[in-house]
Each structure stands twice: as structure tokens, then as C-alpha cells.
């Protein structure tokens, strides 16, 4: 099942060359996230504090979310990050949530909503095993994940039981040549250790993504895109 790599030097205007060392060949791990976040509550202070067009593209995923889950009762978050959009969420919708993230740091903000139950650590290790959810959902995490794992966190929600998963912010590139030979020579490049960017996650087309949910085991899947773009994928158990 094929995977396409990619990779960064900057994420909301922090150069990541500022507090690490770029490894073109290694992922990303949750040290270099623990000092990313550290910088990012340097520079923001609060969820107001963030750039506009930032707030904009989420409150777009926030109100989609809502929509399919306004007459839920209880949710969750996987991988919540700053937890920008669970925030929002809890403005609007009155249904117990709880968010799921690994990071410490990046949980400043978001274990100060008091309508939030904040839980640091990973699915499905972290929450109960009597725990139950009318949906769940993941934004712009499915990128951090190479195959293998990707398959095992879909299993996992699939078989917890969670019925109705939706993944918003999907990572996907539509393979051509220019993007092909581009993607070659980033690729060799940085085996011979001439690419000065961190290794940041995985794409994969739309397609692919079906393919590996059902692998997961799903059958009933459906995607779309946002106006803006964004892709979102919602699998379901029946």
C-alpha cells in the first residue's frame, strides 16, 4: 500500500531549525513536539492570540463536526493538539466531550475548559474500557501515522466499539508527474543527507485512505470536501 512522504521547516511561523535539529530520515517524535510547543506558547497566549486564517479553516471543520454530531450525546477527540476546535465545539454543543492528547504542553490551554475532559496520553490506552461514544473524530492527525500504525489506531476505534468515526483535515496529494519527480528528488536527497527539513508525516490519496480503513474492517465509508478544500472521510460500523 503505497505512502508518500513529506516534510517541513516551519509550523505557524516557528522555524523548527530554532530549537532542533532537522532530521530528514526521523519522524518527528514527542520530544520535538514537547519543544515545539514550548515556542508556540511564547508566541500565542491564547486561542485569540492565533492567526486568523488559522481560526477561519477551523471554525469550518468546527461547524461540519457539529452538524454531524448535534444530536450526540458524547464524543471524542482523538489527538486534539492545541485543542482550538474542541474548544469551539463546546461553545456550540452541549454533549460531553472528552480529547485525547499525547503532548503535555501542547494541553495548556485546552485542560482549562472546564466542559472538557482532557485526557493526556493515547487512544485507546488511556480511556476506559467501559467508556462509551456516540462518534469520534480526528483532525489533522492522520498524517503523523505511516501504515502500519494508521491501520492499528482504525482497528482500534472500530473495535472499542466507536460506530461512527469521522476523519476531517484529511492528508492526501493527487499523484502526477511533476509531483512525482519532485517527490523523488526530496526523496533521494534526503537518503544521502542533503535535505535540511524534518521529516513530518505521511500522504496519502483518497483512495488509499479507503483502502486502509477497510483493511481496519470498515465497509460503510463516505468522504467529501469542505469549500475550503479539506477532505474529511466518516466511517461507520453498520
Known amino acids: 500500500m503505497k505512502v508518500q512522504k513529506f516534510?517541513?521547516?516551519?509550523?505557524?511561523?516557528?522555524?523548527?531549525?530554532?530549537?532542533?535539529?532537522?532530521?530528514?530520515?526521523?519522524?518527528?517524535?514527542?520530544v520535538f513536539y514537547e519543544k515545539f510547543y514550548t515556542e508556540f506558547f511564547k508566541k500565542f497566549?491564547?486561542?485569540?492570540?492565533?492567526?486568523?486564517?488559522?481560526?477561519?479553516?477551523?471554525?469550518?471543520?468546527?461547524?461540519?463536526?457539529?452538524?454531524k454530531i448535534k444530536d450526540c450525546n458524547k464524543g471524542l477527540a482523538i489527538g486534539c493538539g492545541n485543542g482550538y476546535i474542541e474548544n469551539e465545539l463546546t461553545k456550540k454543543w452541549g454533549g460531553e466531550l472528552i480529547a485525547v492528547e499525547p503532548s503535555k504542553v501542547a494541553s495548556k490551554w485546552i485542560s482549562k475548559n472546564i466542559k472538557i475532559n482532557f485526557v493526556n496520553g493515547y487512544f485507546p490506552d488511556t480511556i476506559k474500557s467501559d467508556e462509551n461514544f456516540d462518534f469520534a473524530y480526528m483532525c489533522y492527525v492522520d498524517y503523523v501515522f505511516d501504515n502500519k500504525s494508521y491501520i492499528t489506531l482504525l482497528k482500534n476505534v472500530k473495535n472499542y466499539p466507536i460506530n461512527d468515526f469521522l476523519l476531517v483535515g484529511v492528508s492526501t496529494y493527487s499523484p502526477n508527474l511533476i509531483q512525482t519527480?519532485?517527490?523523488?528528488?526530496?526523496?533521494?536527497?534526503?537518503?544521502?543527507?542533503?535535505?535540511?527539513?524534518?521529516?513530518?508525516?505521511y500522504l496519502r490519496t483518497i483512495d488509499e485512505h479507503k483502502n486502509i480503513l477497510k483493511e481496519a474492517g470498515y465497509k460503510n465509508i463516505d468522504f467529501g470536501q469542505l469549500k475550503n478544500g479539506v477532505f474529511w472521510i466518516r466511517a461507520k460500523n453498520d
Request: aromatic share 20%.
Open 7 to 30: 516534510w517541513q521547516t516551519d509550523w505557524f511561523g516557528i522555524e523548527f531549525s530554532s530549537f532542533a535539529k532537522l532530521n530528514p530520515k526521523k519522524q518527528a517524535d514527542e
Open 45 to 67: 497566549n491564547s486561542y485569540e492570540d492565533l492567526p486568523e486564517q488559522y481560526k477561519k479553516d477551523k471554525n469550518l471543520l468546527v461547524d461540519f463536526i457539529l452538524e
Open 181 to 201: 519527480i519532485k517527490y523523488n528528488i526530496k526523496k533521494l536527497l534526503s537518503i544521502f543527507g542533503f535535505f535540511n527539513q524534518q521529516l513530518w508525516g
